[in-house]
């Protein structure tokens, strides 16, 4: 960006960390202790815009010099949220849930600095091939999914898993970065300063 600054990204992910490394940016991580449980009543667009804004700006008490970003990613069907999976019996579960059908994929993005923030939601379509019962076991059976939401990685072997998307790609990684560009581009830092990469 046009000035130095210092960017902290506030996700354990490591697939968030590879897409901000990918664009040449120098960051921190550090991880927000933000209960991410559901609201009661809450649709998952508004639970990943909470979260998202609720984990960038814990992390920015800490750092209040700092830009931060904050991101939340879930999968929904038929307004049912599907998060990490608790074991690879619940894993397995949402997979057969999701064999055959589309899919949403919502991810909240939100950057604090300072007093200032700002916030979006995108949102990805996901079809699933049909799948029996041993074909989802032994993606499973992987360790693939064990840590993202849906219990599948579209980036691995999960690839195998998809017959098409409607939307950005990189949403169902975890961080639509045309969405964070664009937020980005809200707080001041246009397209050129964002390709110049970002300094610490």
């Given amino acids: 960006m046009a000035c130095p600054m210092r960017l902290i990204l506030a996700s354990g992910s490591p697939r968030r960390r590879e897409l901000l ?13 933000v209960d991410e449980s ?18 960038a700006r814990d992390v920015a008490l800490r750092a209040p010099d700092a830009l931060v970003i904050g991101a939340d990613t879930v999968v929904e069907l038929d307004g049912q949220i599907f998060g990490k999976p608790n074991g690879r019996d619940e894993g397995l579960r949402m997979l057969m849930a999701l064999q055959g059908r589309t899919h949403r994929v919502h991810t909240g ?7 200032r923030s700002v916030s979006g939601v995108e ?16 993606y499973i059976n992987t360790g693939e999914g064990d840590d993202k939401a849906g219990s599948y990685a579209i980036q691995g072997k999960g690839a195998m898993l ?17 969405r964070l560009s664009r937020l980005l581009e809200e707080m001041g830092f246009s397209l050129s300063d964002q390709l110049g990469g970002v300094s610490l």
């Fill in 21 to 33: 490394a990918a664009l040449g940016w120098n960051f921190q991580v550090v991880v927000s202790q």
């Fill in 38 to 55: 559901p609201l009661p009543g809450e649709s998952p667009e508004d639970m990943v815009l909470r979260l998202s804004l609720a984990k």
């Fill in 109 to 115: 993005v939100s950057l604090v600095l300072g007093d």
């Fill in 123 to 138: 949102t990805t379509r996901v079809l699933f091939r049909p799948l029996s019962a041993e074909d989802a076991a032994c």
């Fill in 162 to 178: 998809v017959e098409s998307i409607e939307g950005c790609y990189f949403n169902v990684v975890g961080l639509p970065v045309l």
